[in-house]
């Protein structure tokens, strides 16, 4: 297909999860802000696209419920909460194992607390924090329960709010389209990404609709591959062997089809081989063999919940990272004996399956969301039960093991520590409380593997040509992304990304990067769009003038333009700014004065882009040029401001 009509001010976004919904508010509001006469003599106001292949909003986001980590917010402050940018970023690095991108970590712990703030202008108050298994320091954001007992799932409460936001206030300018799949990312002959192929769906006559979408930018927000097992199945080619037999937490939609499209035209992968089993999936006792689990929250353990194996003995520090205690359920709580009348095929069926019991109390209950217990009771995935005694009677462990374990935790929660690590208990229990049982088995839930991106929402390519094949076969990321670069008018956030996470991701971190990037990303391309004039550069290209090259660049030589910092990179030893468009581009060797907006130092430095031409959207300067860092470059933070000007 072709694109014919072109419109290249128009923004396409894939997927309609958390990350998709915040890009198109962050693209707009953007938009509005920085849209002005100048810009208009050049672009029409931008029309965003939002794509959904399914018929509902929302996709695996909408099914979150442990929160939003965030670090330094109000919310933590008005609760005497004491955190700190470093210790967040530790606990992230140190639960990747260390394979994530450093910059993207960085630009996701300093970006958490406006992004958990940023969601109140919807009335979403964030404002009940939990400490999830992993962290140092309670930071993990939800909304408090609600008065009236009812759920309050803070994935759907988010969701629910943006949807109605962009439904009603955004409708003149974003086009939302349901029951239609993205098939294919166009590019031009120039390699800049103009477009999208996609493939409609009419639900009543199950007619399809194919057809063309020109775009200026395409914001690849389409989810992970963790319930991927079609024929060009991610999970089966990078996670068969130890992924046999796992159930999921994912919908059906989670096919990598970002991943997929994102790699045809070029775009490297990182991390592919690592997906994440939760520890708690919730096993339906009136369906236990079903592939597909409901997720039993983090924030459950959070708020006091211990794990049992078979023998009702604790094995765990239930508040360790995700792989950690789905490790041990694994090592512990296998070969369970599990016997289910089928009935469809009207007989008993018996399988061995790995299963832990999953054990509240009321004072953990109300502390967490009694309206969302209640409702996960109401659907067979826990059992109330008053005392120890019908605790006893429901998981068939003798009464007299069940009180011992019990009296122990007690002990250990007043002496502050237990053998298995854990120095948090949130509440002790008493035998005759009220309790709150589940059947939990590990369960596949995330993947962190995905699309190379910056830490500015650009999904990059390899500079050397790869073939897609080898792409998909480099499993891991080697340093900080020096032989990538951008691919022109392609974006991502959230799940179809990697990088961030490593090898294993921590509660929380998920919807914080669907927010942190997807504001990035929607950003970045509004900003790429309305900064850059196509048609004054490509004649500019012929000649050699000096206005010429100030369109070329952004910048000016004559005045000084604020770019934003973006990253220092230890692999290169070079800091990154931003330039105003991914489509500007400046020299290797061009010599431009830098001024400190606060000092107002100025220093005269060399780009240090490299000469294949790659390095679009960015000014790369080697700090071995400098004598000292007077400028303070390497202290600054992302999106802080310095002042540049050709010299």
Not at 587 to 600: F, I, R, S, V
Request: with cysteine.
């Amino acid at each position: 297909m072709s694109l014919s009509n072109e419109r290249f001010d128009s923004i396409v976004v894939v997927g309609a999860g958390l990350a998709g919904l915040t890009a198109v508010i962050e693209a707009y509001q953007t938009a509005k802000k920085i849209y002005n006469d100048d810009i208009a003599k050049i672009h029409s106001f931008p029309k965003i696209y939002l794509i959904e292949k399914e018929k509902n909003i929302g996709g695996n986001s909408a099914k979150a419920t442990s929160g939003m980590n965030g670090a330094l917010t109000k919310y933590q402050k008005e609760l005497g909460i004491e955190d700190s940018l470093e210790q967040f970023a530790k606990d992230t690095l140190k639960s990747g194992g260390n394979l994530n991108v450093p910059s993207l970590v960085n630009t996701l712990v300093h970006d958490s607390k406006d992004a958990v703030e940023w969601y109140s202008q919807f009335n979403l108050i964030l404002s009940a924090i939990s400490q999830c298994g992993g962290h140092e320091i309670a930071r993990t954001h939800r909304q408090a329960p609600r008065a009236d007992g009812k759920p309050s799932p803070v994935g759907w409460n988010i969701i629910s709010a943006l949807k109605k936001f962009i439904q009603e206030d955004l409708k003149d300018n974003v086009e939302v389209l349901l029951n239609t799949r993205v098939q294919k990312i166009i590019k031009n002959k120039e390699g800049k990404v103009v477009g999208v192929e996609y493939e409609t769906t009419n639900l009543e006559t199950k007619e399809t609709k194919k057809d063309v979408l020109p775009a200026g930018a395409v914001i690849l927000t389409s989810g992970g591959y963790a319930h991927d097992w079609t024929d060009t199945s991610l999970l089966r080619r990078f996670g068969e062997k130890t992924l046999k037999d796992v159930p999921t937490t994912n919908g059906p939609w989670a096919t990598g089809d970002g991943v997929k499209m994102g790699t045809a035209i070029g775009a490297g992968v990182v991390n592919m081989d690592k997906i994440q089993v939760h520890p708690t999936g919730f096993i339906n006792l009136k369906d236990p063999f079903n592939p597909t689990k409901f997720l039993a929250p983090e924030a459950l353990r959070g708020y006091g919940g211990i794990l049992l194996n078979a023998e009702g003995q604790r094995f765990v520090n239930e508040l360790s990272t995700r792989d950690f205690v789905s490790e041990a359920i694994f090592k512990n709580c296998s070969n369970y004996l599990m016997k289910h009348y089928d009935s469809k095929e009207e007989k008993e069926i018996e399988k061995k399956i790995v299963l832990s019991w999953l054990i509240m109390n009321e004072k953990g209950v109300n502390a967490f969301d009694a309206g969302s217990i209640h409702f996960y009771a109401k659907i067979g995935n826990m059992k109330a039960v008053e005392g120890i005694d019908q605790v006893s009677d429901f998981i068939h462990i003798p009464v007299d093991t069940l009180k011992a374990t019990l009296k122990k935790y007690n002990e250990d929660a007043d002496k502050g520590y237990d053998e298995f690590g854990k120095k948090r208990f949130p509440f002790k229990f008493s035998e005759d409380d009220k309790f709150y049982v589940a059947a939990i088995t590990p369960s596949i839930h995330y993947t962190m593997g995905g699309l190379a991106v910056n830490s500015v929402g650009e999904i990059l390519t390899p500079r050397k040509n790869v073939d897609v094949s080898t792409l998909l076969n480099t499993a891991t990321t080697t340093d900080d992304q020096i032989n990538l670069k951008p691919i022109l008018g392609l974006y991502g956030a959230g799940e179809v990304t990697g990088g961030v996470h490593g090898k294993n991701r921590l509660a929380g971190n998920s919807l914080l990067e669907c927010a942190v990037f997807g504001r990035q990303a929607g950003r970045r391309a509004i900003e790429s769009l309305l900064y850059y004039n196509d048609s004054a550069v490509e004649k500019a290209k012929s000649e050699e003038k000096e206005e010429n090259k100030e369109l070329i660049t952004g910048l000016s030589s004559t005045e000084f333009k604020s770019l934003t910092f973006r990253e220092f990179h230890e692999s290169d030893n070079c800091v990154y700014l931003n330039l105003k468009s991914t489509y500007h581009r400046v020299e290797p060797k061009q010599a431009l004065l830098l001024k400190n907006t606060t000092t107002k130092i100025t220093q005269q430095v060399l780009c240090s882009n490299l000469d294949d031409g790659g390095d679009y959207g960015v000014i790369k300067i080697d700090m071995k040029q400098l004598n000292d860092d007077s400028l303070g470059l390497k202290n600054m933070a992302p999106g802080d401001t310095i002042e540049v000007k050709l010299a």
